[in-house]
């Protein structure tokens, strides 16, 4: 009896052991470092009531046809999957169908929006957390990374809004932790989930492939000279998975994109080629210093120097950031917005904590003491730019301080789509007032709205947004005609009847206008409404820049 009791005892000994060994790998601080961030973005969406404005409002209309497509899933129907890969020929899948899938379970609304912008930053905190961590065997620096990654700028105000460049981040970082995990521990299944990773990635974003096609080429030649024929073959199926899965969105949208293509006239009005490149080039490059703070940015450059004997382990997503911005900057229909560029951030971020890390383990105070209060700004910063004045209105003056350094150099185009700050409660743009003021005349009926304006708040897709939210029947439309030199304006007595109502702004109107001839049509449109006896003034308002909407009905 007493041999058996003694086994029991050394059994049960044997188990506590291998439970409190279990317990002991759970990384408590990758879960507090991924998930406080995903509260801080929670908490920043508790307090805006904004309505995503421009591209954002139209990519959710965009996950709502997804939404639509999910309800009614039939994906062995040869319509219902024409329509699933067609929905948009401008953007590939992966995002509006992920929003969407969302969407058809939690139903349209905002709510939803914000779960998915939710869902992608706790997948990028965990993606650059394995990361930093497989490649430094670091959990202190892992989590900093996770830290500097969503204390950058362009980060944290694309984090606020449905564009598709905060998951391109997001799903980018992904495949480049899958790929790096692959690489350390090579399997057959290893290497499917890094084929599926990578799928993700390069569906995420039209742009996303040129992030990884030349790593990706230089790795599988590498392998290929070393004679490591399994991991060669591996890498060969993970790049077929990947370029499947583009092809699969680009052959029946191939004709639409052509047509788009050549619709839309160079960047800079250059038709050069050479100028078109250098002109996008040296944007793209004016930007970076912004989209990480002056003072990150001069980190992360005295960090690479610090480390510089461990920026090898990085080659994959540094050659990547670099060769992708000559390759975006070749790319005459577009123009050279630092959101493009997002995905260079991941390596920025590893380096400036590692270099952080080292300097506070050295073994001097000083130095310690720099490092702490290096982080302790940064963290400053982040606070100030995303809940300073509202919902955080103290230490004022130390927030002050802050947030006007970093808005007086930032430039201007990471202003406009970026939305940086909340929006408190009310109506203050006015977006509710348009669509309710119509339907107190017009009820049950489909109305045709022309929005003159195109500002971040007041814009024809802001107002359908606000419609489809509130079940309208308005439909909001515009003269407007986008443009990469501006927006184009043609003038047609015919057209303007066609409209019920027109929405007219004072003050600032938005995004500029292509050329001299739009902006004599966009004139004489606004004086036609005014004017001509056609229309009468209806309703008018102030909104949160001190000028006023004015609605005008027709007769």
């Given at each position: 009896?007493?041999?058996?009791?003694?086994?029991?005892?050394?059994?049960?000994?044997?188990?506590?052991?291998?439970?409190?060994?279990?317990?002991?790998?759970?990384?408590?601080?990758?879960?507090?470092?991924?998930?406080?961030?995903?509260?801080?973005?929670?908490?920043?969406?508790?307090?805006?009531?904004?309505?995503?404005?421009?591209?954002?409002?139209?990519?959710?209309?965009?996950?709502?046809?997804?939404?639509?497509?999910?309800?009614?899933?039939?994906?062995?129907?040869?319509?219902?999957?024409?329509?699933?890969?067609?929905?948009?020929?401008?953007?590939?899948i992966t995002v509006h169908a992920i929003t969407g899938f969302i969407m058809s379970l939690l139903g349209f609304s905002?709510?939803?929006?914000?779960?998915?912008?939710?869902?992608?930053?706790?997948?990028?905190?965990?993606?650059?957390?394995?990361?930093?961590?497989?490649?430094?065997?670091?959990?202190?620096v892992a989590a900093l990374a996770v830290a500097f990654i969503n204390m950058y700028p362009c980060t944290s105000s694309l984090s606020h809004v449905p564009m598709l460049d905060f998951a391109h981040l997001s799903l980018h970082c992904l495949a480049v932790f899958v790929l790096y995990y692959w690489y350390v521990k090579p399997s057959w299944t290893n290497a499917i989930f890094a084929g599926m990773a990578l799928s993700l990635a390069l569906t995420s974003k039209q742009i996303a492939a040129f992030f990884f096609v030349i790593p990706c080429l230089v790795?599988?030649?590498?392998?290929?000279?070393?004679?490591?024929?399994?991991?060669?073959?591996?890498?060969?199926?993970?790049?077929?998975?990947?370029?499947?899965?583009?092809?699969?969105?680009?052959?029946?949208?191939?004709?639409?994109?052509?047509?788009?293509?050549?619709?839309?006239?160079?960047?800079?009005?250059?038709?050069?080629?050479?100028?078109v490149f250098f002109h996008n080039l040296t944007g793209f490059f004016s930007q970076i210093p912004y989209m990480m703070s002056p003072v990150l940015f001069f980190a992360f450059l005295l960090g690479s120097c610090i480390v510089a004997s461990k920026l090898s382990k990085l080659a994959f997503p540094l050659i990547g950031s670099c060769l992708a911005i000559c390759l975006l900057s070749g790319i005459a229909c577009q123009n050279p917005e630092s959101r493009y560029l997002i995905v260079i951030l991941l390596s920025p971020a590893i380096i400036t904590a590692l270099s952080v890390i080292k300097i506070y383990r050295s073994n001097i105070i000083g130095m310690k003491v720099i490092a702490v209060l290096f982080v302790t700004y940064v963290s400053a910063q982040f606070i100030a730019l995303n809940y300073f004045p509202y919902p955080i209105k103290e230490p004022k003056a130390v927030l002050s301080f802050i947030n006007n350094f970093i808005g007086e150099s930032k430039p201007g185009n990471l202003n406009g789509l970026l939305a940086m700050k909340p929006t408190p409660a009310g109506d203050l743009w006015g977006q509710e007032w348009v669509i309710k003021s119509i339907e107190q005349l017009d009820k049950g009926n489909a109305i045709w709205l022309n929005v003159m304006p195109s500002t971040a708040e007041l814009n024809v897709h802001t107002l359908e947004l606000a419609a489809l939210y509130e079940k309208s029947f308005v439909r909001p439309s515009t003269f407007r005609l986008w443009c990469l030199k501006g927006d184009e304006i043609k003038y047609s007595e015919k057209e303007i009847s066609y409209f019920h109502w027109f929405l007219l702004k004072s003050g600032d109107q938005g995004l500029k206008l292509k050329d001299k001839n739009s902006e004599i049509n966009y004139k004489k449109i606004e004086d036609y409404v005014k004017d001509s006896g056609k229309f009468y003034l209806y309703a008018d308002r102030l909104v949160s820049d001190g000028s006023k909407l004015s609605l005008y009905r027709l007769k």
């Open positions: 009896m007493k041999t058996v009791q003694a086994n029991i005892d050394s059994n049960i000994s044997i188990n506590n052991e291998k439970l409190v060994s279990r317990k002991s790998k759970i990384d408590w601080l990758m879960i507090c470092v991924s998930f406080g961030f995903v509260a801080a973005l929670a908490v920043w969406f508790h307090f805006d009531y904004r309505l995503p404005y421009w591209d954002a409002a139209s990519h959710i209309q965009d996950a709502a046809k997804y939404s639509e497509l999910f309800r009614h899933f039939h994906p062995f129907n040869q319509h219902w999957m024409h329509m699933f890969l067609t929905e948009n020929f401008n953007y590939p905002q709510f939803s929006v914000d779960l998915s912008l939710l869902l992608f930053a706790l997948v990028l905190n965990l993606s650059v957390y394995g990361l930093t961590k497989i490649l430094f065997k670091d959990t202190k790795l599988w030649s590498a392998l290929l000279i070393q004679r490591k024929k399994m991991q060669f073959l591996q890498l060969t199926v993970i790049g077929l998975m990947g370029i499947s899965s583009l092809l699969i969105w680009v052959l029946p949208n191939l004709e639409a994109i052509k047509q788009f293509s050549v619709s839309v006239p160079s960047a800079g009005g250059n038709t050069n080629q050479i100028e």
